[in-house]
């Protein structure tokens, strides 16, 4: 007897500890399981308090009559599959006659509370068949990204989502994205992220810092062009410009339009071209894009005026070029003059970390999803890296970045400086040796970051 109490206060000592700090271990080992039991066993009487479930029909109430027997009881979506996960469970049901996805939906509250989970949320796969994902601790409290994830080119694993899932950046899908938030919201961060997961890849990266280069420039090695003032921007952004029309008639030369090519041959952006003939697509990070629409004399209104028009060129027809947009700031309003929210009409992926009024925050959601307005403005202060991010579908979802300091994008930058192409239209603009960056040193003896 004693041998079995000293057993079992070690192994609930290992899950206490597991719990604290290691909580996807404790889950697999422990939380699983019983989480499985439970929702299994209270599912019925779960989904009929919830009001997921469908009256019997006629033919059974008449075949009940006939044989007369009781009532048949109302039924429940049925289950099709119950996965666990490294974060939660994953239940795939197929729903009855006469109801909706959006009746699972609107009951993800009441599921959470009803099975003992931290959060619940729904997605339609096809007609009739729903995906509940449920996850059984706080994933967002300590980021931990999945070993292996599945990153294709030009797209990156960036961040974590609330339901475990990882968070792509994909450009061939979403090509501009529009990243707000407020000072030390997580902003910085999750730029890095995007910028570490873009070093290995045979792409562009130009950057546009008006912050004196104190983001991007550390970065420098990797970068094909650098700008960290607005007159620079003006003509690296131009340079932009004319290259996508010299990428535009390379594309013209190729297309070959007769009878005898098939249709999927014909192209119609550099991913059409052949390999020895595309070019190399390009990444543009604009940071703090305040900064380039502020103007206080009548030169600078008509230098805003024409780098506006610039970024606005690029959204809208620089996809077919390769040319990505990546625009971040702190505050984004119609305040910042006209050709504002044409830009923002162009920038379908939207990101928000704390923001510190509505305004911004309506300006990245208010068109696409409104709910996630009120979700970006309630993330508090001390989680920072917490954002809301959204794209024109209507979907929303919390995510946030592991955290990678300036020291370890440093190393990777330099890491993969060897893949920085060279840019005929972007000589100009390519950091020279003398420009200030850091050094790679060993992750291990990483030192606070000096300009």
Request: net charge positive; hydrophobic share 45%; proline share 7%.
């Amino acid at each position: 007897m004693t041998a079995l109490t000293v057993a079992l206060v070690v192994v609930i000592a290992a899950a206490l500890v597991l719990r604290w700090r290691r909580p996807a271990w404790y889950w697999l080992v422990f939380g699983a399981a019983f989480a499985a039991v439970r929702v299994l066993f209270q599912y019925t009487s779960v989904m009929d308090a919830c009001g997921l479930t469908v009256p019997p029909s006629r033919w059974r109430l008449a075949m009940a009559r006939l044989a007369n027997r009781p009532v048949p009881e109302s039924r429940a979506p049925r289950i099709l599959r119950l996965r666990p996960t490294r974060t939660g469970l994953v239940l795939r049901l197929k729903l009855r006659p006469g109801q909706d996805a959006f009746d699972v939906s609107a009951s993800c509250d009441r599921l959470r509370h009803s099975f003992a989970m931290y959060g619940v949320t729904s997605r339609e796969l096809r007609s009739g068949v729903v995906e509940v994902r449920m996850t059984g601790y706080d994933v967002l409290k300590r980021v931990q990204m999945p070993a292996k994830t599945d990153p294709a080119p030009m797209r990156v694993p960036v961040a974590l989502r609330e339901d475990g899932a990882v968070h792509y950046r994909d450009y061939r899908t979403v090509p501009h994205g529009l990243t707000l938030g407020a000072t030390e919201s997580g902003k910085s961060v999750y730029q890095r992220n995007l910028v570490a997961g873009l070093a290995p890849m045979d792409v562009a990266l130009v950057g546009i810092d008006c912050k004196q280069g104190v983001e991007l420039f550390p970065l420098a090695r990797r970068f094909s062009a650098l700008a960290d003032n607005p007159n620079a921007a003006l003509d690296l952004l131009e340079a932009l410009v004319s290259h996508m029309e010299d990428v535009y008639q390379v594309i013209r030369a190729e297309q070959r339009i007769t009878v005898n090519v098939p249709d999927a041959e014909i192209a119609a952006d550099i991913w059409d071209l052949p390999d020895h003939l595309r070019p190399v697509p390009i990444v543009v990070l604009v940071d703090e894009v305040a900064e380039l629409a502020l103007f206080a004399t009548k030169d600078e209104e008509r230098r805003r005026d024409r780098i506006i028009t610039a970024l606005v060129r690029l959204a809208q027809l620089g996809r077919a070029a390769g040319i990505y947009l990546e625009i971040c700031g702190q505050r984004f309003g119609s305040e910042l003059g006209k050709g504002i929210t044409m830009l923002r009409a162009q920038l379908t992926g939207r990101t928000a970390h704390r923001v510190n009024d509505e305004s911004s925050a309506n300006m990245a959601f208010g068109d696409i999803a409104p709910d996630a307005v009120l979700a970006a403005i309630q993330i508090p202060t001390e989680t920072p890296g917490i954002a809301v991010t959204g794209d024109s579908s209507g979907g929303w979802a919390r995510i946030r970045a592991p955290h990678t300091t300036l020291r370890q994008a440093v190393n990777l930058c330099n890491k993969h400086a060897g893949r920085t192409p060279d840019l005929p239209a972007l000589a100009p603009f390519r950091p020279v040796a003398g420009t200030p960056a850091l050094a790679s040193e060993p992750l291990a003896k990483a030192a606070p970051a000096t300009a």
